[in-house]
């Protein structure tokens, strides 16, 4: 947790040096971690690459239950967000 902890407060900093509109940037007081396959790095860099298009078909929220439905992943949706 402490090293969650580091990159999320570093990278927060770092965000608000880069534009004056993100000044007020933080992250969401959660955090999810998953792995990918090293074969299909490929694929999770194109996907970053190209978020924001994806997103505007699908939100967020609505990829990531689909997500942990798609690997069986138990949650409780109470505690997914802010």
Known sequence: MALI????????????????S???????SGYGSF????????????YIRNQHIHHKKKTYKEEYLAFL???????DERYLWD
């Open 5 to 20: 902890q580091k990159i999320k407060a570093n990278s927060s900093k770092w965000m608000k040096t880069k534009d004056e």
């Open 69 to 75: 439905k798609k690997y069986k992943v138990d949650y």
């Open 22 to 28: 993100l000044k007020n940037f933080s992250w969401q």
């Open 35 to 46: 792995s990918a396959n090293p074969t299909e790095t490929d694929i999770v860099i194109n």
